[in-house]
């Protein structure tokens, strides 16, 4: 018996997450989406700028996740900007909680992709950079480059 291929197809990317966010943890969810939303998602037509996750009353929800609706959809089509329940365990949930009343921490989407036909988020706990923790980012960024181009020259 083979095993089945995990292949994830990645729909959307949140870049501004990784320049203005440090990144402590990383986990993966589901999201409640109704028909229409999933094809819209399908067609990568989907903006994760923005967007969080907010814990109320033991449900974690996204918050600001913009799926236009669906081109061939008919009166049923969905909000746009409506918030979508994040599916997690309760254990998960809790954990989310704690890290959210940690002063500065929040939780953002850095990926939505699909897995095995579903489609998974990929949330971060998430501290905010300061102007100073950009900056060495982009120093350390541009060291790495210079440093591989030397190399190459050197292979050359």
């Not at 589901?30 to 967007?51: F, H, R």
């Amino acid at each position: 018996m083979t095993k089945a291929k995990q292949s994830s197809q990645t729909l959307a990317t949140n870049r501004k997450a990784r320049h203005d966010y440090l990144i402590l943890e990383t986990l993966e969810a589901g999201l409640e989406l109704c028909g229409t939303e999933v094809k819209s998602v399908k067609n990568s037509s989907v903006s994760l700028a923005g967007a969080f996750v907010k814990v109320e009353r033991g449900e974690a929800w996204l918050v600001n996740l913009q799926i236009p609706p669906y081109e061939h959809g008919n009166r049923f089509n969905h909000d746009p900007v409506r918030p979508r329940r994040v599916l997690l365990h309760a254990r998960e949930i809790g954990y989310l909680q704690v890290q959210v009343e940690k002063k500065g921490n929040a939780i953002v989407p850095l990926r939505l992709y699909l897995k095995r036909g579903w489609v998974k988020i990929a949330l971060g706990v998430c501290r905010g950079k300061t102007h100073g923790d950009k900056r060495a980012t982009i120093r350390e960024r541009t060291a790495e480059r210079e440093a591989a181009r030397a190399v190459a020259r050197v292979y050359r």
